[in-house]
């Protein structure tokens, strides 16, 4: 039980299609965090928010819309995806102050196919 | 940027072998250092962590000490067992352009311990 929850933990999708990937955590966090994992690269940092509020977008395209309503659940809204964005895409809190040392607590990840 | 180089995998290993996978960095500043550690179908779990020079970090028999003059947080443990394999990342954490804390990860080295 790591306390960041992923729902779908798998997704296939065509390119025309809409679904949303969700991201819960229950440690009291006030940070969250989208990452996307491909095979042979490094993890990309796609989006931050702090306290509700976005504060990076990290050159993501418009197909990918994330929403943060509170500072306990995050989404990531996908619409006309490409084949490229199969990726497993995981959710990470941390808990930001004044000597924060950075550590992300991470969900297990959604997988998702784009057909 | 800030940027994190580890080690090409994968790395193939016998039960009670020595482990060693280096990471290098370059950052701005005086970032913390971290061992994200994933097993197969699940997210990163962090496995140890330094936040100053020559700090060591330890957990469950692996370590890997804060070198700033040669700036590297090379990982170690002297017995591996089967259930250490996995994929292990090295990270630094480091702030966005938005001013948000964030970790750069490098790609990750693929372990796997054979009986």
């Known amino acids: 039980e790591t306390g960041v929850t992923q729902t779908p933990r798998h997704l296939v999708m065509g390119m025309t299609n809409k679904k949303s990937l969700k991201c819960e955590q229950h440690l009291g966090h006030n940070a969250m965090y989208w990452y996307k994992q491909s095979a042979k690269k490094p993890l990309e940092l796609m989006f931050v928010?702090?306290?509700?509020?976005?504060?990076e977008n990290n050159s993501v395209p418009s197909r990918f819309s994330p929403e943060c309503p509170n500072s306990s659940h995050l989404f990531l809204h996908l619409h006309t995806l490409q084949p490229e964005d199969s990726a497993l895409y995981l959710c990470?809190?941390?808990?930001?102050?004044?000597?924060?040392?950075?550590?992300?607590?991470f969900g297990e990840g959604s997988r998702l196919t784009v057909l | 940027g800030d940027s994190v180089t580890q080690m090409e995998g994968p790395v193939t290993l016998s039960e009670e072998a020595f482990l060693t996978i280096n990471c290098t960095y370059t950052a701005t500043g005086y970032p913390s250092l971290f061992w994200y550690v994933q097993y197969p179908g699940e997210g990163l779990q962090l496995l140890l962590k330094a936040t100053k020079a020559d700090d060591k970090g330890s957990n469950k028999g692996f370590e890997a000490t804060y070198r700033k003059e040669t700036t590297s947080f090379h990982l170690e443990k002297g017995s591996v067992q089967v259930s250490d394999s996995a994929v292990y990342f090295c990270a630094l954490s480091g702030l966005t352009q938005g001013g948000s804390e964030k970790l750069v990860f490098g790609k990750g080295t693929k372990l796997t311990v054979n009986p």
């Open positions: 990470a809190s941390s808990y930001r102050s004044g000597e924060n040392t950075g550590e992300l607590f």
């Open positions: 928010y702090n306290f509700k509020e976005q504060t």
